[in-house]
Each structure stands twice: as C-alpha cells, then as structure tokens.
C-alpha cells in the first residue's frame, strides 16, 4: 500500500482528510502537525508515494520547506499543496488547491497523483460491516445510516449489534459513555460508507472558523454550512447547536461579502464553486444588504445585523434551489408542482418567522420582515401590490432581493445594469423607494 504523509496542523481538518482519504481511496496517511516534524521522516522514509500539505502552518513556509529538501536530496515525491503558493519552482512541481475543504478535489487529485482509478476502488473488498473510529461520532447528533457496535455471541463468534438507528439523536456523552465502555469503534454497513463519510465531513467543516480554512475555501465552507443548517433546522428546528451553526456561517458569509472587492468577483467565486442558488442567493443578498445600510442615511449597526439575520434565514424553509427561485404567484403556477410543495412554498416567509420565534435574541424585528418577504403581510403567498402597511424595513430588503435575483438571473453573461435598474423603477415606482434604488445604483457590478 502507498504511504502518504500528510501535514496538517488543524485537528479537525486532519480527521477529516484522514476518513476521506481511508474510504474514497483506502489509504492510511502518516500525519504531522508541521513542516519540521515531517523533515526526518522524508529523508529515511522511500515508502512515501505522496505529500500532502498545508502551504503555510502558522509562520513556517511548510511546502516550500519540504520542496526544497525533496530538492535536495533528488527526491522525486509528488505533493498536493493546499493554500497560495509563491514561489515558482514549488508551483510548477506541486499540484496547487487554493482550499482544502473542497474534499472532492482534494480526493480526485490524490488519486490522479498515484494513480488509483475508480475501477481499482470498486475491485477492493471491503468487509460488510465498515469500521469508523468512534470519535467521529461525537461530531454528530444523527446518522444517516444504521450504526453497530461488534459484539460476541455465546459461542463466541463476532455479531453487530445495532447502537443506532437513522436519524436516531444521540449525544456526545452517550458516544463516550460507550467508548468507556470499550467500544473502540462503530460499524455502519459498507455499501452507505460514502454516504455517511460525505455527512460527517460536512458537518466537521460546517463547525471549521474562517481563521481555521484557507482564503479561497469561504465560498464552499458557507455552502457547505448553509445546506447543513437548512438540513438540522427542518429536523430538529432552532437549537443551541443549530443556532451556534447559524451564527459561525453568517460570520463567514458576512466577511466573503467585506473581503471581496467587487460583487462581480463575488459572483465569479460562487458560481467557480458551484455554490447552487440557494446560497448564491443568500450571499449576494448579503453583499447587497451591506451596501445598501452603509450607504444610506438611516443605515445604522442595527440595521446591518437585522437585514443580515433576515438575508439568511428568510427562505431557511425551502430546501431546494427551485423552490426559492420563485417570487410570484405566476411563476408558482407555472411551475406545476404537488400541491404539498406549493404548500411549502406559499407558507415558506409565514414559516420561516414563527421558526425564528424560537431563535435566542433574536435582532428586534426581523420576524416581521421575514413574514412580509414576499409582500403578504400574514406571510402567505406572493403579493405583487406592495401593501401600504409593510414595514419601510421589510421594502428595503424586497427591493434589495429584487436587485439580487435580477443579478443572479444574469449568470456568467455581462449583467445590463441599465436594465435591471429600469426593472426596479418600474416594479417599485412609488417615491419611497427612489432612495433605495438609488443607492443600490451605486453598487460596482
Ligand atoms: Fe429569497
Ligand atoms: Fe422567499
């Protein structure tokens, strides 16, 4: 078997790249936690066949250190850098991920680099029942799939006993009142393994701060964390865990929207990312949001943290990227769907409010603004008249939703700003919102 080092200083991100590595391409790598402890090991070591590695761990140049010992000692190992890399020799030597919470990518290039094909992947055997190291288990509140424990019968032959069902909760403490108990690890059966590797993965990365990732990994990681919260809260709606998830990815979300220069750029990441709409949607809306209370005249902190708050929670309801495409009733019935999805559809912003009663502190407010979202001051259905009684902030954040799907609609094509700024004078023609517009012309797209 290939040995593979990888050097990784972060905790979590290691575990991750550990089980990911160990069920997409059944390898074992050797970890170390910085550039200088891995030095000794290369050098005596002719049984590594890859490098893995963090460009920069804390003030070490960790790539560039174990590029130029490979130098040095006519040493020919491949090596996945994650993170900038500035120096030439290393950038044409090495195969470069700008993040390395894009586990696809990451697993691809590791098989490109020694080449393990997918056929060789689906000939290995695996065991029926496929063991997960128990710790991993602490990550979660619910499994996607059934989870055993490995036990012995009376006459001493190995049995799996059920510890879980799907979607059963459990607690950290009930995994490490087992693991007390001498369970090392747990069994889920082979042929869910991936299933259930993408589902831990996704949610240890949801739990990753933007200090622990890589610049070019935010876009993903707020991807990543807005399906899992979108998944908990339709489960087991507004929790401490789901509310402590939902505060670390509007961190995120809001410093991609600071961070990036221009919304254009913005736009050009998420759609590099495959961000899908739902998120798209949420993060230029934020952008826009930002720009809008900064620059108009009653703008103020409060503001800003109210249309945030509303900007991510407000379609939380809808779990599919059609479903939060549509914004009025035309388009609803067009779309021809059950009556149990135009259901949720219609209720949605009604929905999503009450869900947000339950939310600890709470900005003052946004509960009404996302019950009027769409215009119904009940929060039911699309109403295209612009009711006089809407908050004057539930207009802001329509005309700024607007302004957003108008962008998104654009896509990878030049966006006509004088068009899509003539289509919010005419949808929103009264004098109250000629400010807002205005302000929102401003924004370099
Ligand atoms: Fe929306
Ligand atoms: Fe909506």
Not at 181 to 209: H, P
Not at 311 to 319: A, G, N, T
């Amino acid at each position: 078997m290939s040995k593979v080092l990888l050097i990784e200083s972060n905790a979590k991100l290691e575990s991750i790249y550990t089980l990911n590595l160990r069920v997409y391409l059944g390898l074992e790598p050797v970890t170390k936690k910085a550039g200088q402890f891995a030095l000794k090991m290369i050098e005596s070591d002719d049984s590594i066949s890859l490098i893995i590695s963090r460009a920069k761990i804390g003030e070490e140049d960790t790539a560039f250190l174990i590029y130029n010992l490979l130098m040095k000692k006519n040493k020919n190992i491949p090596m996945i850098v994650i993170g900038t890399i500035t120096d030439l020799g290393l950038k044409q030597y090495s195969i470069q991920l700008k993040g390395g919470v894009d586990l696809k990518s990451l697993i691809k290039r590791c098989a490109q680099a020694i080449n393990i094909t997918a056929q060789m992947m689906a000939q290995k055997e695996v065991p029926k029942y496929f063991s997960i190291p128990a710790n991993y288990f602490l990550e979660l509140t619910a499994s996607n799939c059934e989870v055993f424990r490995q036990d012995f019968d009376d006459s001493g032959n190995v049995i799996y006993k059920q510890v879980f069902t799907v979607g059963q909760a459990f607690t950290p403490e009930q995994v490490k009142q087992l693991v007390s108990s001498g369970v090392i690890e747990f069994y889920i059966l082979r042929d869910l393994r991936l299933a259930f590797v993408n589902q831990v993965t996704s949610e240890m990365i949801t739990k990753l701060t933007d200090k622990e990732i890589e610049e070019g990994d935010k876009v993903l990681l707020g991807k990543i964390s807005m399906e899992v919260i979108t998944g908990k809260i339709g489960e087991i709606g507004i929790t401490h865990e789901t509310v402590a998830l939902a505060k670390n990815t509007m961190k995120t979300i809001v410093s991609n929207a600071i961070e990036t220069p221009d919304l254009r750029l913005l736009m050009k990441n998420l759609l590099d990312n495959k961000a899908g709409y739902l998120f798209q949607h949420t993060q230029v809306l934020t952008y826009v949001v930002l720009h809008l209370v900064k620059n108009i005249d009653w703008g103020t902190k409060e503001h800003e943290e109210k249309l945030v708050f509303v900007s991510f929670f407000h379609d939380i309801v809808l779990k599919q990227d059609d479903w939060a495409k549509i914004s009025s009733k035309d388009e609803l019935q067009k779309a021809d769907y059950s009556r149990e999805v135009m259901d949720i559809i219609n209720n949605h912003a009604r929905k999503a409010s009450e869900l947000i009663k339950e939310y600890p502190n709470a900005p003052a407010g946004v509960e009404q603004v996302i019950r009027q979202h769409h215009g119904a001051l009940n929060g039911v259905g699309f109403d295209a008249t612009l009711n006089m009684n809407l908050s004057p902030l539930s207009m802001a954040f329509m005309v700024a939703e607007e302004y957003t799907n108008q962008l998104i609609l654009c896509g990878q094509e030049k966006i006509n700003k004088p068009l899509v700024m003539a289509h919010l004078r005419s949808k929103f023609a009264t004098a109250r919102f000629k400010k807002i517009i205005d302000v929102l012309e401003q924004i370099t797209i």
